[in-house]
């Protein structure tokens, strides 16, 4: 076979193989093997030198001729199998924009800031203020300006969290620290007592601590709402007032209140308070251990030396206050059974609410 015969048939070999490329790769293949470094034109361009003289010229022109059709119909293909593969991984990477979204999960409010909001709202509709304390508090509000008896059992170590005092010193026995994790939001009173002027209506949710081992009933951190009460003439018949339609606010139109009385260091007289039961409606059920009630609160009126100890004059002004667990509240709207459940993150409770 002569050079040019045999180029002759290289080349329509290689368009052959061009015509019959699957894709892009393929075609990337045949380039390299007939036009690469040791293509096989590349080789015969290389080659020329060994041509005899009458025919190089010829020759020249053929291999030249057979480069310029083979890269002509690699470009040509390419161009078509790039445009296929292209709408072809267009179809497969396609988003159905008809399928339904995926829905994302959005976080509710945990209900014991759902209750805070709920009893902080009906106080505002009565006029009160919201207002905060420091849960680092020290001996004086957390129990001697509540009048709270030097051997008071919950000043005891084993009631309250002590925190290291002032010389860095942690305390052991009882009295080397005056600051502490606050037992009960009844601190804010004083604090409001010293701060704001006078009337004072105001109402100061916030966590609070103690040394309890958490079970169904007890939990070492939880939270209370305290209220307070300072005016002209304020009487226990404003308390029972306000507190009733407090319970009935919470928990309904229907429920009654009772107040029994009880005893608080800071108020005089004390009362505990009491909401008929959601359960069997005053019959005597589990829930209400078969009493048909339900306790819910603290309260009682402002005692003269609370009030004198703050700089209020208490015989110009008298006044009522009240404290409510939180989580307890919850409990009983919700019909809870182990305050545990509100600290277990788990969503499956958790978002009833
Ligand atoms: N601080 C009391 C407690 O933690 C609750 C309480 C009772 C608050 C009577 C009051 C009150 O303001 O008047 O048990």
Redesign the pocket.
């Known amino acids: 076979m002569t050079t040019i015969e045999e180029l002759g048939s290289l080349k329509s070999s290689v368009l052959a193989d061009i015509a019959g490329a699957q894709d892009t790769s393929r075609l990337e293949e045949i380039r390299i093997a007939v036009l690469g470094k040791s293509g096989t034109l590349t080789v015969y361009l290389r080659n020329m030198g060994s041509v005899p003289k009458e025919q190089k010229a010829e020759v020249g022109r053929i291999v030249n001729q057979a480069k310029q059709e083979i890269e002509g119909a690699l470009e040509a293909a390419k161009a078509e199998l790039s445009a296929r593969e292209l709408s072809a991984r267009v179809a497969s990477d396609a988003v159905d924009i008809t399928l339904p979204g995926r829905s994302q999960h959005i976080g509710t409010r945990h209900l014991i800031n759902a209750i805070i909001d709920e009893i902080s709202d009906i106080f505002l509709g009565l006029g009160y203020s919201v207002i905060e304390g420091p849960e680092v508090e020290t001996d004086y509000y957390n129990f001697e300006a509540?009048n709270a008896p030097a051997d008071h059992p919950?000043r005891s170590m084993q009631d309250t969290f002590y925190v290291r005092d002032m010389t860095g010193k942690v305390s052991a026995v009882r009295g080397e620290s005056d600051i502490l994790l606050r037992?009960?939001?009844?601190g804010v009173?004083v604090h409001a007592m010293e701060d704001q002027p006078l009337p004072i209506y105001v109402v100061a949710p916030g966590k609070?601590y103690r040394r309890d081992v958490a079970d169904a009933s007890h939990l070492p951190q939880f939270h209370?709402i305290?209220?307070?009460v300072v005016d002209e003439g304020i009487t226990f018949g404003d308390l029972k007032g306000t507190l009733d339609f407090l319970c009935k606010q919470i928990f309904g139109p229907d429920r009654k209140t009772r107040f029994r009385a009880?005893y608080?260091p800071?108020?005089e007289p004390?009362?505990?308070v009491d909401v008929s039961c959601g359960i069997c409606h005053g019959e005597g059920c589990r829930m209400c251990k078969h009493t048909g009630w339900l306790e819910i609160?603290?309260?009682?009126m402002?005692d003269p030396n609370v009030l004198f100890m703050s700089g209020i004059d208490p015989e110009v002004y008298s006044g009522?206050?009240?404290?409510?667990?939180v989580e307890r509240i919850a409990c009983l709207k919700y019909d809870v059974p182990d305050l545990r459940m509100l600290l277990d993150g788990d969503m499956r409770f958790l978002s009833q609410f």
């Open positions: 509540l919950s037992t009960q939001t009844s009173q609070v209370q305290e209220g307070l009880h608080f800071f108020t004390s009362a505990e609160l603290g309260c009682g402002v009522f206050a009240f404290g409510m667990g």
